[in-house]
């Protein structure tokens, strides 16, 4: 019984750790994509990873992916495309969008390297230190 009450702080202590792996992770996307808003973050992470599979969504998929209504999600992507950091083509009766080649931030058809090199080595920093720290509470 006591064993129980003893490993609550060690499993609380991982949970935080997660938490704190999630938000250092969420700010740096935030920072990285010069967003204020997790909408916008929300929906450029979700283009990023559908064009790093070859695939352009289409409105109602980024809406369903989301989880953020289809008349929010149209007007923040409508401000995006304004502010060029998204490209829109219309294919098959459909508007399909990208993330726009001209942004410099690391993305699937991002030119320079280096910014997706130094970008992926700060995420893989996040992760290891977090996921290190939980392995040594464990190991307690």
């Known amino acids: 019984m006591s064993t129980q009450n003893d490993e609550l702080p060690t499993q ?15 700010f740096r996307f935030m920072e990285e994509y010069e967003v204020d ?3 916008q973050l929300m929906i450029l992470t ?8 070859k695939v352009d969504p289409d409105l109602e ?13 149209r007007r923040k992507i409508e401000k995006m495309c304004s502010e060029g950091v ?10 399909l969008f990208s993330i726009s080649k001209s942004m410099n ?12 090199k130094r970008f992926q080595d700060e995420v893989m920093d996040i992760v290891v230190k977090s996921l290190s720290a939980i392995i040594l509470e464990r190991k307690k």
């Open 12 to 26: 609380a202590h991982r949970i935080l750790r997660l938490y704190e792996m999630f938000f250092s992770l969420m």
């Open 37 to 39: 808003d997790l909408g």
């Open 46 to 53: 979700t283009i990023a990873i559908a064009n790093a599979n």
């Open 61 to 73: 998929t980024i809406s369903e992916e989301t989880n953020i209504p289809y008349s929010t999600a």
């Open 86 to 95: 998204l490209d829109v083509r219309r294919e098959n009766q459909k508007l």
């Open 105 to 116: 931030f690391a993305h699937p058809d991002q030119i320079e390297e280096n910014i997706n």
